[in-house]
Structure formats: structure tokens, C-alpha cells
């Protein structure tokens, strides 16, 4: 028988460059390598050509990650992969790091590992880091006789040595570089790019969907290099939903009440692409409900918002360079216009483009309607009703008078050994239910059915509502109300499956496997385990305790908290027992 109740790092390190490498800022070449996750996933590959006890490599990193100082650096040597003891961190920030060590082959490549972490073990399914703390070099002495103790680094003796050249940056894999458009601007170069427009009170950066902004709160040096701009070229597919992006950076105003307009996009020789094919992800769009839908943008001041704009290219559209305009305006500023300039091909996309993901076009489906409507499914066939019950692909459900299920089979299989119960006790028994009426349909359709049931007894009243989709899953919300003040011992809901039936389990703590004879379950809110199938190869069930909200937690249940009428305050879980022919 179910019940549910209540009373209610050292590591050898190979690889050189291997992805294409690049170019940016202070002639810093970013690249790929190849190397154990667990040194992070970027390192900086220095080469030191004087032989020294200590040498200095300076690292202009312009790290996005946050508190860059409480890292660690770890540093192994290219030709024997052995880690570096001596690694002292002089001055470490976002845009830049001084690290000075020990070097060992001399001349010779180092790597600096700026991200090293360790993994903690996930209880479940997550996959958590912590990165390492900074260590002190392995030898004091060291320290000391080249002024590198703490003490001794406001003196700056430590720049007089010998200095190790920055060869490249390098991500671990090509999704982890971040160039370049994580490269951050340093704060100097900021202040000289606001220079160079003391009346704007906000930039516009257009951007090519090929590097998508990603940070909101500083500026790429991409930015530093391009400028800001009133101009966007692109090239598109006939066919193509094709998307772009425009960086708003708040320069010298919180922003507010954003608002775009478009014009038609003209082709010289008169063909135009209308304005209603444009759409701003971030402005406008269509709800759950497949209702239009208006939003509102603010960006604090200092801060980067991305707008995303796409744009349907019909099928039909002749190649050529089409021109159009796009406005854009904020509360209390000048209205800004953006140039588009989008070369057509005579390239045809049959699928928008969304079997290349570089093209974004996937981004229209934030405004897709399928599956709003109630429409079967294939292989689903439409449901068919009846008084007390309902059948669907392959199963049927019988309802008793209390609306909740007394009959479950799968194919001929029946899954319950008798029908289910929500059972409410008290010092004299539970409390025997009498139907208050017949049960009423609040919908029948091919896809779904909707019942109420009311049941009652001297003390309680007892409703439910349940709604079958046509793919089987049936939701059933219950209602329990005293009439009369009562003392109640326990409250549950018995979910009696056939013991040749329920052969295996999955679920409340467990991975899996075949059933256990018995296992108990208490709610715990670092745990997202509020469900459980029992079943076989071919027939089974499974429950899901939900609160009185849905909530979508799916690893623990910190954001929606316990469901009070379950939890009651840490009384309530599960047992799952045999009991007779019944499990």
C-alpha cells in the first residue's frame, strides 16, 4: 500500500593552441587548448627567456568574473607538466594580473591557470565548483630574498624582475572563449570612449547576431574598437528569419520607457519588405495564452541592455540590397534613427534558418503558439467519455464518487488493487464518504476532460476536480473542508497498486530499480523528489505531490518552499509498503 500522510591540484598538463587564434586589444592572441576541467576553464601561456630564481609574467586577462583576487593562479610548466610552488600574486584585478614565480626549464613555456577550482559532490543532479582560494609560495625564503612577501610589494622592488612574455590566452574548449565579446574594456578606456561623446546620454552599439552581447555591466572592448554607430548592414536569406542585435549602454541617464519603430526596407528596384515582418523580443510578443503582448525596458545607468530584433524575409523576395530605418527612442532623450542596409541572396531557407544556430532564428519561437490549443497529437487518439470514466490511447480510468480514480488499466492490465482513498481519520475510524451529487462535467472535449465531484461525511466535505489530457496525465485538485469542528488523527491518500504490477520503482530518494519492500520518505527542501512511479514494463503509475501553486523546481524546492498541505510542517511523507496482494 501507498500512503501518503500527514498530521496535516597537481595534475600533468599537455596541449598547445589548437582552435583558431585571435587578436585583440593590446595585441593579445586569444586561442584554444586543451586541458583538465578542473584547472578552470582559462589560462594565459607565458614564455620566459632569461633564467632567474623569480620572473614576473603580466597578464592583461580583462576578466568578466567576478573577484578575480579571491582566485588562485596556478602555474605548470609546458615541457614536464609539474606544477610551480613558487607562484606569488603581486596585483590581481578585472583588467589585468602580475604573477610572479619560479621558473624550472628555462627558455621555456608556462601556463597560467587563473580559474582552478575543485568540484563539490552533487547530491543530485548539479554540477557545483568551488574555485580555490590563493595560496602562499611553497618556500618563505623564496619570498623573501626576491621581495615578494606581502609586506614587501608596496615597495614595487618586485618590478625590477625579469619578465615573462605573454604569448596567448586560451579558452579550454571553443564554447568557453570569451572573445570577443567578454573581453572586458578597462575602465580607462571607457572614460576616454565617453569623451568622445559628451552629449549622448546613451550609445547605441549595432551588433551582428554572430556575437551575441553578454554583458550588462561593462563594455566589451570590441565596443572600444568599433565605436558606437548609427549603422547596420547584414545579409539574409529569402526565406530567413533574420535577426540582429542593437547594445544600448546608459551612459550618462538611467533609461527608460524604450520605444522602436520601423520603416519598410526598399529595394532599388521597388521591391520593399513591409515594416510588420519586424519584431523586438524585448518589447513585444505573444503571451502563454497566444495573446499579444507588450513589454517595458529600463536600463540603470551604466548598465548594457541587448535588444534583439528579428525580421521575416519572405520567400518571394527578390535579391538586392534592401535600406530601411529603425527608431529608437527613450523618456527624456532625442530620438535616435538606425540606417539598416540587408543584402538578400538568392539563397532559400525552407526552415527560416533554424537548422544553423548561428543564425538566431530560433529566437521567433519565444513567440510560437503551438501546442496553445487543444488539439490531439498523433500517435494520441481523442478521448472518449462516459459517465464514470474515461478512456485514451491504450488506458482507462473509472472514477468513484469521490472523483479520485477506482480503476487504472493499462491495455487489459489492471494496475490498482482496489480503488483509491483519501483517507481522513479520527479517534472512532475513518470517516466513510457519501457522494454529495452526481459528478458534473466541466468540459469534454477530444483533448481534454475536466470533472467535479463532491463527496461528504457528518464531520468533512470532500471536492475534487480533476482534468485527463488525451496523453493520459490526469491532475486532480482536492478540496477538504470541516463541517463542524473535529479532531483528526491523520489525513493521507491510499494509492493501493497491484503487487504484480509494481515490480519496479522510481523515485521519492530512489534512482531506481526494483521496488523495495519498504521505504519511507520525509519532505526535504534541498530535495525535489516529491514524486514517485511503481510499476512494470508495461503498465504503471506515477504521482506527483504538488502544492497549491505549480511550481517547476527541479532540483530542490528552496524557491517554492515545502507545500504546506502536504509538508505540515516536516509530519508529512510517504511509506510504500506491501500490504496483501496490494503494494
Known amino acids: ?146 621581495s615578494l612577501r606581502a609586506d614587501d610589494l608596496a615597495g614595487g622592488a618586485w618590478e625590477s624582475l625579469p619578465k615573462a612574455d605573454l604569448i596567448e590566452i586560451q579558452a579550454r574548449t571553443e564554447f568557453d572563449r570569451p572573445d570577443p565579446m567578454e ?47 548609427d549603422r547596420f548592414e547584414g545579409e539574409a536569406a529569402r526565406g530567413e528569419f533574420y535577426t540582429f542585435q542593437i547594445g544600448l549602454y546608459a551612459a550618462r541617464m538611467a533609461v527608460d520607457d524604450v520605444q522602436v519603430g520601423f520603416s519598410d526596407m526598399r529595394c532599388e528596384s521597388g521591391s520593399q519588405i513591409p515594416a510588420d515582418g519586424f519584431t523586438c523580443f524585448n518589447l513585444m510578443g505573444t503571451d502563454c495564452l497566444g495573446l499579444p503582448m507588450q513589454k517595458s525596458v529600463k536600463v540603470a545607468l551604466g548598465r548594457v541592455q541587448a535588444l534583439w530584433f528579428g525580421l521575416q524575409i519572405p520567400k518571394q523576395t527578390p535579391p538586392g540590397v534592401y535600406r530601411g530605418t529603425l527608431a529608437l527612442k527613450v523618456a527624456g532623450a532625442q530620438q535616435s534613427i538606425v540606417k539598416l542596409s540587408l543584402r538578400v541572396t538568392d539563397q532559400t531557407l525552407d526552415d527560416a534558418g533554424d ?29 472518449q467519455s462516459s459517465a464514470n470514466g474515461v478512456k485514451c490511447l491504450g488506458r482507462e480510468i473509472r472514477f468513484a464518487a469521490t472523483g479520485l480514480p477506482s480503476s487504472i488499466k493499462s491495455g487489459q492490465r489492471e494496475i490498482l488493487a482496489r480503488p483509491i482513498e483519501f483517507v481522513a481519520e479520527t479517534a472512532n475510524g475513518s470517516v466513510k464518504w457519501k457522494a454529495s451529487s452526481t459528478a458534473k462535467t466541466l468540459d469534454d472535449t477530444a483533448a481534454r476532460l475536466v470533472r467535479e465531484s463532491s463527496a461528504h461525511s457528518d464531520l468533512l466535505s470532500l471536492d475534487c476536480v480533476s482534468k485527463t489530457d488525451f496523453d493520459g496525465y490526469t491532475n486532480f485538485r482536492l478540496m477538504l473542508e470541516a463541517r463542524r469542528d473535529s479532531d483528526l488523527k491523520d489525513i493521507r491518500l491510499e494509492i493501493p497498486v497491484r503487487k504484480d504490477v ?57 524557491e517554492s518552499g515545502l507545500p504546506d498541505s502536504w509538508a505540515n510542517g516536516g509530519k508529512g511523507g510517504c511509506d510504500v509498503v506491501e500490504d496483501g496482494d496490494a503494494v
Open 1 to 146: 500500500m501507498v500512503y501518503v500522510w500527514l498530521i496535516i591540484c597537481v595534475v600533468a598538463l599537455t596541449g598547445l593552441a589548437s582552435g583558431p587564434c585571435r587578436a585583440i586589444g593590446d595585441a593579445v592572441t586569444y586561442g584554444v587548448g586543451s586541458w583538465p576541467r578542473e584547472m578552470g576553464d582559462m589560462r594565459a601561456r607565458v614564455r620566459v627567456n632569461v633564467g632567474a630564481e623569480a620572473v614576473v609574467a603580466h597578464v592583461g586577462w580583462r576578466r568578466h568574473d567576478p573577484a578575480p583576487q579571491e582566485k588562485a593562479v596556478a602555474v605548470v610548466d609546458a615541457a614536464t607538466g609539474k606544477q610551480i610552488a613558487n607562484v606569488a600574486r603581486l596585483r590581481i584585478g578585472p583588467e589585468s594580473g602580475d604573477i610572479a614565480f619560479a621558473p624550472e626549464t628555462v627558455p621555456g613555456d608556462y601556463y597560467l591557470y587563473y580559474m582552478p577550482y575543485k568540484v563539490i559532490k552533487p547530491e543530485q543532479w548539479q554540477y557545483t565548483i568551488e574555485y580555490l582560494q590563493p595560496t602562499p609560495p611553497a618556500d618563505a625564503d623564496w619570498s623573501a630574498r626576491n
Open 355 to 383: 537548422s544553423e544556430l548561428w543564425r538566431m532564428s530560433r529566437l521567433r519561437w519565444l513567440n510560437s503558439t503551438t501546442g496553445i490549443d487543444d488539439t490531439v497529437t498523433a500517435p494520441y487518439t481523442p478521448l
Open 502 to 558: 509494481a515490480i519496479y520503482m522510481m523515485g521519492l530518494g530512489r534512482k531506481g530499480g526494483c521496488r523495495p519492500d519498504r521505504w519511507q520518505w520525509t519532505w526535504d527542501v534541498r530535495r525535489a523528489n516529491n514524486m514517485v512511479w511503481i510499476g512494470d514494463v508495461d503498465a504503471g503509475l506515477q504521482c506527483k505531490l504538488k502544492a497549491n501553486t505549480e511550481s517547476w523546481d527541479i532540483y530542490d524546492l528552496s
Open 183 to 229: 573581453v572586458i574594456a578597462t575602465r580607462a578606456e571607457t572614460d576616454e570612449l565617453l569623451k568622445r561623446f559628451p552629449l549622448k546620454p546613451y550609445l547605441l552599439f549595432p551588433e551582428d547576431r554572430r556575437y551575441p552581447i553578454r554583458m550588462t555591466d561593462c563594455l566589451p572592448l570590441r565596443w572600444i574598437e568599433t565605436g558606437p554607430g
